[in-house]
């Protein structure tokens, strides 16, 4: 009896303590205590507006040059209970794609951001091919070394991310009337397959047509109006400059040498079909659009050392006046008007929307997916806190602005495009309104990451002329068909 009453007595005791500890909170501090709308509301908060000052030497890292430029250095306000939150953290660790020598806006915006809540941003930088492989890895381990990931194909990776639970949920940053500041392919880019938030946006990337008019015109060819029109005016263009310039030249550039940037040729010569990759939740190839893809090397005059570009290699190359087309990322606008990065084309280069596919006529159509920044979800409450703020500030109307008159890219948030400095200064504002308008995405299933290596593999055995383009299609499929 009296070890009955002992084991009872043990079994109440853990109960009661179980209960207990449930209606505990688990922490004293973390994103709980943010109250996302105060002191203003939610979208009061990160639609505010700062004017556009000249950016000061503190403001600087990285090796980037800032100072004497000019940016939006204040605007967005911080939430009500933002210091209880985040506690005693000093510092965040990111993971950032490729090096920040390319990314200025990133780097004023964490400075901006430490000069606001006093926690140190370290962002590391990765090779482009590294990154997803990184994740994966810090994910899986469930290691807590890297405090946000940085997810540059989100429509891709976030499914694949969250079906286990490996990046965190923030649908608090995104009720209905903050989601109307940004459009729907964003939007969808940052969702789980729960349908839940997972992301923030960092930067949007469009894609657009590059050429050299006086290569055009000594070598008797059209501006492409269409991706047919451009294999064929790629070819023109590499023999003119093979018989008139010699080795080292080509009629075209791309980068091909990372999935990343195969991922997004691939998409945007699919929606300029206006078709879609995913059919009833499997991949899927249009044999089309594979011909087309492989048409720009087999019969374009698109350089073979594209297999061993990355997103910012071929862009250097058409920088030096290397080739004469290039489709290429919207912060290149900026790029090629700098004498220091472009020097060879200065006054003979122009952009246009991305072509359209013959008989659909819809120019400009792109990957309308930003990169984005998820948080770790292993990481402390308090460090979850201080990830949250880092999402809610750079998708914020000042951290856009930035990443648009500062670096040249895409704003996620939409309303920036109709700042007066936006229209008076930024590059070829009628051209980006083109392709933004015309974005296209969707959902990829969780195995699309695995699918798009294939894919880059067997398209780099045709670039060699290892396989023709039919049998690389054939074993293409075969191989995605066992996965799915």
Known sequence: MKNKAVQLFLVGAVVIGSFAASTLPL?????????????VSLVERITGQGPVKVIPPELEGYGVKLTGKKGMLTGYRLPEGWKKAIGGVKRIVLLNSGSLVHDPATVLNAKIFERMTGVSVELIEMRDELLWPKTLSVAMAKSTDVDLFYIDRGMMDIPHLSAPGWIYPVDVLYPPEAQKLFSEGVLMSMRGIRGKFYATPLSLWSEYLFYRPSWLEKAGVEVPETWQELVVASK???????????AGYSGMVCSIGDPDSVYRLWTMITYAKDETIVKEGKITIDPEVWKLFTDLWVRGGTSKESIEYRWPDAPEVFAKGKAGLIIAGSVFMKKFGDPEFAGAIQGDWVVKPAPAWKGVDIRGRSLGEPDTWAINPFIAPEKKAAGMLWLDFFRSYQGQFNELYVEGNESS????YDHPVIKAEVEFPDVRSVAVANHMGETFPPQAPEVLEMFKEYLHRVVMGEMDPDTALEKLEADIDLMQ
């Open 27 to 39: 922490s004293a501090v973390g994103p709980g205590d943010i109250n996302w709308d105060k002191p």
């Open 236 to 246: 023109k263009l590499d023999d003119w400059a093979s018989a008139n310039l010699g």
């Open 413 to 416: 948030m939409k309303i920036v």
